[in-house]
């Protein structure tokens, strides 16, 4: 593609979840009877349900041991909290415990405690499942060090050591698969997921992702009325874009007419993106491969749908100056990789039939709200 006068630069932000394969999802409890739940989900925090617990986070956890008195302590205390402090206050000093440790559930308290507040690094995903069949579970990721939380309507404002969480989605537990809700329900305070269901979670949970052999990303809409031609503007940006990134795997050189993107989608069907519909008010498109393709669209989809920078024409070009990823590491090679078949795809189309898609693309924009979370910042005005 010729690069014209009236041709932007921008640097876009794919925002895509890696999930290694060795990384692990865990689900909180949010305390017995999913009392905690909403004060997880309005403060933006999570905790075990220990409170006097006074965890120096600055120094190695403490030994099993005296986990475990901690925590024969905090409940205790818990206990007077929940009885109106009816009689005297539970002991602070930790040598009153001592015998009183040997309960087994002690063991996965102390093991929880380890695990939240000192073995679970920023942006380990957690989930948090709410009480009813019908209720939300909350999708989020890990933000900062371990801290503290305290509020005058938990346990008289007692300190509770915590972590601060930022929430990305949730959907009703309904929604989800038996395997996956019946680890919803274990009792255990914190439950590490079967790797084969993390995909599951990362499906509910983030717009861009990558775990295992699924690269996947949505496409959200916010209209309550989604009609035919609303589907087909999307679709013809999509197959374009598709078609084009089939000729750059074929090795084709010159730039590619609309036509003959749509002919090499056809002639090779197993180098299309499978695209999986959930068109309601509010709906999405999910678009999924092995391969780096439907980051690529997302990212093209992103230039297309992206504000007119100013002074320049309402009809002007967008082209990618740069991607970069601000959920992964810098250098990281998916990352890369979608950044050359990025400016590889737009080499080889045609000025008017990329023109042509933008504006149906900005067309089911205005109509649907069709977007992504990639986020889209002007670079420069392009050289031609």
Not at 42 to 62: C, K, Q, V, W, Y
Not at 140 to 159: C, L, M
Not at 348 to 364: G, H
Request: aromatic share 8%.
């Amino acid at each position: 593609m010729q690069v014209s006068q009236n041709s932007q630069a921008f640097t876009v932000d794919i925002a895509t979840r890696i999930l290694e394969p060795s990384e692990d999802i865990f689900i909180l409890q949010p305390g017995q009877g999913y009392w905690l739940y909403d004060v997880f989900k309005r403060s933006n925090h999570i905790f075990l349900d220990f409170p006097g617990m006074p965890l120096e986070f600055s120094t190695p956890a403490p030994d099993d041991r005296t986990l475990r008195q901690m925590a024969v302590r905090s409940i205790a205390l818990r206990d007077w909290y929940d009885e109106n402090m009816v009689g005297k206050r539970p002991s602070d000093n930790l040598a009153d415990y001592v015998g009183k440790d040997t309960r087994k559930r002690l063991g996965r308290y102390v093991g929880a405690i380890k695990r939240l507040y000192w073995d679970l690094e920023p942006g380990a995903i957690i989930v948090v499942p709410g009480p009813h069949f019908s209720d939300d579970v909350l999708i989020g990721q890990i933000t900062g060090k371990p801290t503290v939380y305290s509020s005058k309507q938990i346990y008289e404002g007692s300190a509770l050591p915590a972590r601060r969480v930022k929430w990305l989605r949730s959907k009703p537990r309904a929604s989800f698969s038996k395997e996956v809700r019946e680890k919803f329900g274990k009792p255990n305070p914190i439950t590490q997921l079967d790797r084969s269901l993390r995909a599951e979670i990362m499906r509910a949970g983030f717009d861009q992702f990558v775990i295992d052999d699924e690269i996947s990303v949505r496409l959200n809409t916010t209209a309550d009325d989604f009609n035919t031609l609303d589907d087909f503007n999307i679709q013809t940006f999509v197959n374009y874009v598709a078609g084009v990134l089939v000729a750059v795997d074929l090795g084709i050189q010159h730039e590619v007419s609309f036509d003959e993107a749509i002919k090499l989608l056809r002639a090779h069907p197993d180098m299309v993106p499978d695209l999986k519909q959930n068109i309601n008010s509010i709906g999405f498109q999910r678009i999924v491969s092995e391969t780096v393709k439907p980051l690529v669209i997302a990212t093209m989809l992103s230039l297309a749908t992206a504000p007119v920078a100013p002074g320049m024409a309402a009809d002007s070009v967008p082209v990618a100056a740069q991607v970069v990823n601000s959920a992964a590491p810098a250098g990281d090679s998916c990352t890369i990789k979608v950044s050359a078949r990025v400016e590889a795809a737009m080499k080889l189309m045609k000025l008017d039939e990329w023109k042509r898609v933008c504006e149906s693309a900005r067309d089911a924009n205005a109509s649907t709200g069709l977007s992504t979370t990639m986020k889209v910042g002007h670079s420069r005005k392009a050289n031609p």
